[in-house]
């Protein structure tokens, strides 16, 4: 009965007159009470009634609530084998699953375990065709996707891919694409099972397969965590395998799948071997998403070293050269990545420039390219929003046109590192390019930095001038400004700017171009750097621009005298030796020396004159002597502490007279400040000359320097003593007989020694001192000199008034030279002459000494003088010479001596004798400091063979650009992702027939629905 009652039912399916009736009669109902029995031809003809009911779309509701669905589970449970009935059910589902209203539904009413039973257990083609488009169709809707997996459904799928039927394998694809589609599940477990899958069917020769399978690998390939299992189980290979088949739709889905594998880094090498020709081909050939995908794998696969050369050698520029003239603004990117790695191949620098690779990176980073679209404000907005959906990670604080000017940077920094192509580039409008990002484009330090290395490396003494036209000092000037808060320095960037300034400085006409004051201060405020190589560049520049008289005024105002004080401070020595000559050159103009003192420059200096550094300090001594050659700056060069530094010097100083002399010129100079002369002493110059002196006696300019010197000293009355005792009439001996001899030398040397000697006699209780110490042999030689007789004179009386030197005075030709001294026609001579006379002859044991050298007729003489202190002085003396009773008296002495006591000459003899501190000042010469100029060569004057100092320039790389922008997402495939459904009733007519047909000695015969073989229809 029931089986009967079946067959009634199936009959009046057939006619599509009744199937509204049947459904709305609860015919269906029915059908799933009939569907529990175990008789399996009953169970055969519900299937077949209700894959009839099935054809109409506004019975799926009823079919689901009425446990329609439930009932070809449960003829699934119970006949999985036969094949008769499971294609009925198969079809049926199949069917159900193309509604779009009841995919989720069906799925919830348990269908999946009875595919799942269906595909695991039949053997019968038919039934696994349609079972796996049920699938197929479900999987299209992603909240079905985790239900499927979890109740077996995919990995029956994946049991499937290795049946011999094609039509199997392709629904098997069809399937495993639908499920790669859904984002939830990428990460699932069942993928470690699916992907070895898809890579086998893959390999099937059906292009319809192979799209889908690149197509589900590409998505797959979106996840990270699946990349190590689909290289593992060699998905690049058959990637390889499939782009051969040039199919476009093909080669578009590997492509963006290979931009994932790619970006994991292992699999480049592999990639760049065996596919590279052919993304370089899609590259070319492909349509715009392709061209996308064939971007990004090469610029992923140029990050990395090994495939740099090999992707130039398979065509890789002109395919990038290409993409550059895109619209698309990513792929403008990835192109400027790829042209950054692949220049940081120094194998393949010249062959980029030969390309002519420049212009296409110069229009690469243009806001307004000549190849692409506009760059519109609305275009970057555009891209900044899309980016937001997806912020990939940056390696700067950049927009996408920040991103893009650092990496077309790069690439012209990579490229001048070529040596032999500068000129090229420049000429290409790399230079230009270079500039316009520093200066206009870029905000990033790190991107003005590399801009400042490719200029650098394209600074060729061929390319200075054009560079230097273009701009390239306002370039390097705008780089080197201090950057507005919060952002910092960097060192690198300032580094290079001193490089290029300083070889801008070394040659004639870029120094011509930096001159300007805003420039110059640009340049000497790079010093704030904390690098010492920086600041020492800083110095060269300074130095340069100093050692020149077209740019030394500019230098000196822009504050190239701080700059030169802070190198000196740096330790270096080939600084300070650069620096100590370029103040050299300045020392010889006023304006430059007030500014070297007002920059407090002289404690430097003077610390530098001590230099270990031989060169150092013959350069600082140079400065600090031509510095105080001038009045205005020895005041400061005193009140700083010159004086100790040069007496140190003197004391330190072995072997080296050229320093030494040099050092008592700055002495000498300074001993003219009348303020100061008691401090130097004090500070012990006397003992410093003094070794000096030992170091190159009798040498013409030192006789002068030391003569002038003691000279000035001695003219402060409280630095005598201190003299006196530091052996300077010692040394004043000393010059004055080795002078002696040289007649020319003595004109200018005598008066200073004179004066020497008198101003030392002038020191009350030093006179003995000053015996002892040679003042009488230096005094005897000094009387031979006529314009020193004054000099002479005087301090011979100041040296008689002390009893103890009266003997010694009377010996040694004393006497004689008195005698020779008082015959000058000057008063002043003649007075201090009397003057002495009377007071040796004061001493007894010496008056027949005196009368013996002549000096009777001498006194005679003199007592007849008109000046009353003359006259009284000798006779005086003749009264003590006649008291002796010698022989030697003559006889006018005695008539002499009445006539005097009858004129009454001596009466006041005692008031005028008592005074015997008095003395006739001696006309003191003024001190003519042309006397003692500087020789030439301590005169700063310009080298015209100085060589300006330059900086050893090593090319600056800019590094490559690293993979760049994430890869695209996957391109939408072309196909349909359902498996349609073809029924025929059972005369093969379609739709089972019309109301009229005779059906009933078909169903009793039990006919079976044969689904024809190519039922299915895959896109």
């Given at each position: 009965t029931r089986r009967v009652c079946a067959i009634i039912l199936h009959s009046l399916a057939l006619s599509s007159t009744c199937r509204a009736d049947m459904v709305s009669k609860g015919a269906v109902l029915v059908l799933h009470q009939l569907s529990l029995d175990e008789d399996t031809i009953t169970l055969h003809y519900i299937a077949s009634a209700i894959i009839r009911l099935a054809m109409?779309?506004?019975?799926?509701?009823?079919?689901i609530?009425?446990?329609?669905?439930?009932?070809?589970?449960?003829?699934c449970q119970r006949c999985p084998t036969i094949a008769s009935t499971t294609q009925l059910c198969a079809a049926a589902l199949q069917l159900l699953s193309q509604r779009t209203i009841g995919k989720p539904a069906i799925v919830q009413e348990g269908v999946v375990p009875a595919l799942v039973t269906l595909l695991r257990e039949s053997k019968d083609t038919t039934t696994l065709r349609h079972g796996l488009a049920a699938l197929c169709n479900l999987l299209t809707a992603e909240e079905n996707h985790l239900p499927i997996i979890n109740q077996g459904g995919v990995q029956s799928v994946i049991n499937l891919c290795e049946h011999e039927h094609c039509?199997?394998?392709e629904a098997c694809a069809l399937a495993l694409f639908n499920l790669s589609r859904g984002e939830s599940t990428r990460d699932h477990q069942i993928?470690?099972?699916a992907i070895p899958a898809i890579i086998r069917l893959s390999r099937l020769p059906m292009p319809v397969t192979q799209m889908r399978c690149a197509a589900s690998l590409c998505k797959l390939a979106v996840n990270a965590a699946n990349v190590p299992l689909m290289l593992s189980e060699g998905v690049v290979p058959a990637f390889i395998e499939m782009l051969k088949t040039e199919d476009a739709g093909i080669v578009k889905h590997c492509?963006?799948?290979?931009?994932?594998?790619?970006?994991q880094g292992s699999s480049c090498v592999m990639i760049a071997e065996g596919a590279g020709p052919y993304i370089i081909n899609g590259a070319q050939t492909g349509d715009v998403t392709t061209q996308q995908a064939c971007c990004a794998v090469l610029s992923i696969i140029s990050s990395h070293e090994q495939c740099r050369r090999q992707l130039c050698d398979m065509g890789a520029l002109p395919a990038l050269i290409q993409l550059a003239k895109m619209n698309d603004m990513k792929t403008r990117l990835r192109c400027a990545v790829a042209f950054a790695n692949l220049s940081y191949e120094s194998t393949v620098q010249g062959l980029m420039v030969d390309h002519d690779v420049v212009p296409v990176i110069a229009d690469l980073s243009s806001p307004s390219p000549s190849y692409a679209e506009p760059w519109t404000a609305a275009n970057e907005q555009n891209y900044t929003a899309e980016e937001e959906k997806d912020p990939a990670p940056k390696d700067h604080d950049s927009s996408y046109s920040e991103e893009n000017q650092l990496y077309c940077a790069k690439a012209l920094c990579n490229l001048g590192c070529h040596i032999g192509s500068e000129k090229r580039i420049v000429e290409q409008g790399g230079a230009y390019t270079l500039m316009m990002i520093c200066m206009l484009r870029a905000g990033n330090q790190f991107t003005k930095q590399v801009c400042a290395k490719a200029l650098l490396n394209l600074l060729?003494?061929?390319?200075?001038?054009?560079?230097?036209?273009?701009?390239?000092?306002?370039?390097?000037?705008?780089?080197?400004?201090?950057?507005?808060p919060p952002k910092n320095d960097d060192e690198k960037l300032l580094r290079v700017c001193a490089e290029i300034f300083c070889l801008l400085s070394a040659d004639e006409y870029g120094r011509s171009k930096l001159i300007k004051r805003a420039t110059l201060m640009n340049i000497f405020n790079l010093t704030r750097s904390t690098d010492r190589i920086t600041q020492s560049i800083c110095g060269k520049t300074a130095c340069n621009l100093l050692s020149f008289k077209d740019s030394q005024a500019a230098a000196v105002d822009a504050g190239a005298v701080s700059v030169l004080k802070q190198m000196c401070t740096l330790g270096d020595p080939a600084s300070e030796r650069e620096c100590s000559d370029a103040f050299f050159l300045i020392s010889g103009e006023e304006s430059y020396r007030r500014e070297i003192r007002n920059s407090q420059v002289l404690p430097v200096l003077i610390l530098l004159a001590r230099s270990k550094n031989r060169d150092t300090r013959w350069s600082c001594n140079r400065i600090l002597c031509n510095l105080a050659l001038y009045e205005s700056s020895r005041k400061a060069l005193l009140e700083t502490g010159t004086i100790p530094a040069m007496v140190a010097l003197a004391h330190e100083t072995e072997g080296d007279d050229d320093i030494v002399e040099i050092c008592l010129y700055t002495v000498a100079y300074l001993s003219l400040e009348s303020n100061y002369q008691t401090k130097m002493v004090e500070d012990g110059v006397v003992g410093a000359i003094k070794k000096i002196w030992k170091g190159k006696p009798g040498n013409a300019e030192i006789l002068k320097l030391v003569s002038l010197t003691l000279r000035s000293l001695s003219e402060s009355p409280s630095a005598r003593a201190q003299m006196i005792a530091d052996g300077s009439m010692e040394l004043l001996a000393e010059v004055v007989l080795a002078t002696s001899s040289d007649?020319?030398?003595?004109?200018?040397?005598f008066p200073h020694c004179a004066t020497t000697v008198y101003n030392l006699a002038c020191c009350r209780d030093s006179e003995e001192v000053l015996v002892e110490q040679g003042a009488l042999t230096a005094l005897r030689t000094l009387g031979q000199a006529l314009v020193c007789s004054s000099l002479v004179a005087a301090p011979l009386y100041l040296l008689s008034l002390v009893a103890s030197n009266r003997d010694k005075m009377a010996e040694g030709d004393i006497p004689e030279l008195l005698i020779k001294l008082s015959e000058v026609d000057d008063e002043a001579t003649v007075q201090n002459c009397s003057g002495t006379f009377f007071m040796l002859s004061k001493a007894t044991k010496v008056r027949e000494k005196l009368v013996e050298a002549g000096m009777v007729p001498t006194l005679i003489r003199l007592s007849k003088s008109a000046t009353e202190?003359?006259?009284?002085?000798?006779?005086?003396?003749?009264k003590n010479l006649s008291s002796s009773g010698g022989d030697g008296i003559e006889e006018g002495t005695v008539s002499t001596l009445i006539s005097m006591s009858l004129s009454g000459a001596n009466l006041n003899t005692t008031t005028i004798m008592d005074e015997k501190h008095e003395h006739e000042r001696p006309v003191i010469p003024e001190t003519d400091v042309s006397k003692v100029s500087l020789p030439d060569y301590l005169m700063p004057r310009f080298d015209t063979a100085f060589e300006a100092h330059s900086t050893t320039i090593l090319k600056r790389e800019g590094l490559g650009a690293g993979q760049g922008p994430a890869p695209p997402e996957p391109p939408t495939m072309e196909t349909r992702d359902e498996a349609p459904l073809t029924i025929e009733d059972e005369d093969g007519m379609e739709g089972a027939g019309g109301e009229d047909e005779e059906t009933t000695d078909k169903i009793m015969m039990f006919a079976k629905m044969h689904a024809p073989e190519n039922d299915l229809h895959f896109g």
């Open positions: 109409e779309n506004q019975h799926m509701n009823r079919l609530n009425d446990r329609g669905v439930i009932s070809l589970c449960n003829i039509g199997i394998q993928n470690l099972s492509c963006s799948a290979l931009c994932n594998l790619a970006h060729t003494p061929e390319n200075l001038e054009k560079l230097v036209n273009e701009d390239l000092v306002q370039a390097a000037s705008a780089l080197s400004k201090k950057p507005l007649s020319a030398l003595q004109e200018s040397i202190k003359v006259r009284i002085s000798c006779s005086e003396a003749l």
